[in-house]
């Protein structure tokens, strides 16, 4: 049976922010698999920029960096993340996390 199409809000699901995450699940992004096309670090990085709150953000760069990962790696257009996330409207805290982090545009 076909349903009607859902549209605007009411088509997406609410965020949830107060979600608390273990250090375990934090790490569990560093194990994330990629396409052969795709920059390893560069799709972790993209992932948990996507899929984390500022602050669980801040403590999986700190696991990123002491794995020895590449944080400045490119994708295949030649951007960094930081590059991408200070084009954000609202990623202001994401990027000063990179940066502090060692993270080049």
């Known amino acids: 049976m076909k349903t009607d199409k859902k549209t605007g809000a009411d088509r997406t699901q609410p965020a949830v922010r107060d979600e608390l995450w273990s250090d375990e699940r934090i790490k569990g992004f560093l194990a994330l698999d990629t396409t052969a096309d795709e ?20 403590r999986f760069i700190t696991f ?25 409207r609202n990623s202001a805290e994401y990027a000063e996390i990179l940066k502090q982090a060692g993270a080049k545009p």
């Open 39 to 58: 920059a390893p670090d560069f799709h972790i990085l993209s992932k948990a920029y996507r899929g984390m709150v500022a602050e669980t953000f801040a």
């Open 64 to 88: 990123f960096v002491e794995d020895g990962r590449n944080i400045n790696e490119k994708n295949y257009r030649g951007e960094t993340i930081l590059k991408i996330v200070s084009e954000h």
